[in-house]
């Protein structure tokens, strides 16, 4: 069955320093999302991109968070300057036909 | 107030037990996610609905899109199903999903 498959699996970075989560999203889906989930907490809508462009954002999604489709198969999520409270699993997902959806298995970003 | 709710919160059954769990919400949507999330795990997709009742294996959910309300069962527990099972609703088609605050299961053997 088709994965979204996201890379690395954990990240540790230095408050202040920028990172970069890379997905892979299905092959032939077209719409793409990134969410977050703090621990303990609920999954939280961070921002979906459609066509090569954002589509829709959450307040989450402030200056520092941005979005990228390279080459036409890598999803990327940029934080400029991490913060602590950025820490938090990250989740890629993809939408095709029909609108099924399919995460990714997450990336866990821990800002020291 | 959140636009998706669960019940329980937290769930603790033998094995071998029928199991409920519950979501209503609140807006009007287009379909409506049931996912499991095993600690520090990924999300995995168990089912989408828009209508009527789905089933797969020992799953089965159903949701009333009058009274906005569905339901995930889980027929005779096994200590594998334990895991935070977690109902979202697209309010459209391609739409991100909004997400309940999950349910804690855990199956004791």
């Known amino acids: 069955e088709p994965e979204v498959t996201q890379t690395p699996s954990h990240q540790v970075t230095q408050m202040g320093q920028e990172v970069i989560l890379r997905c892979v999203p299905i092959?032939?889906?077209?719409?793409f999302y990134w969410y977050r989930q703090i621990l303990g907490q609920k999954v939280e809508f961070l921002v979906s991109?459609?066509?090569?462009?954002?589509?829709?954002k959450s307040e989450i999604f402030d200056d520092q968070f941005s979005v990228e489709r390279p080459d036409g198969s890598n999803f990327t999520l940029k934080i400029r300057s991490t913060k602590l409270e950025d820490s938090a699993m990250y989740f890629c997902?993809?939408?095709?036909?029909?609108?099924?959806?399919?995460f990714g298995s997450g990336t866990r970003l821990t800002v020291v | 107030k959140n636009e998706v709710e669960q019940s329980p919160q937290n769930l603790t059954a033998q094995e071998g037990e029928f199991i409920t769990i519950n979501c209503s919400y609140s807006?009007?949507?287009?379909?409506l996610h049931w996912l499991q999330q095993h600690p520090g795990g990924g999300i995995v997709s168990l089912f989408m609905?828009?209508?009527g009742k789905k089933k797969h294996g020992r799953l089965i959910a159903t949701i009333n899109i009058q009274e906005k309300h569905s339901s995930l069962h889980i027929t005779a527990s096994h200590p594998r199903d334990s895991a935070v099972y977690i109902c979202?609703?697209?309010?459209?088609?391609?739409?991100?999903?909004?997400f309940g605050p999950g349910t804690s299961l855990s199956v004791i053997p």
């Open positions: 979202a609703v697209a309010k459209a088609s391609y739409d991100k999903v909004i």
């Open positions: 991109f459609y066509n090569n462009e954002i589509s829709e």
């Open positions: 807006v009007g949507i287009s379909a």
């Open positions: 092959s032939n889906h077209l719409y």
């Open positions: 609905l828009s209508s």
């Open positions: 997902a993809s939408s095709g036909t029909g609108g099924g959806y399919t």
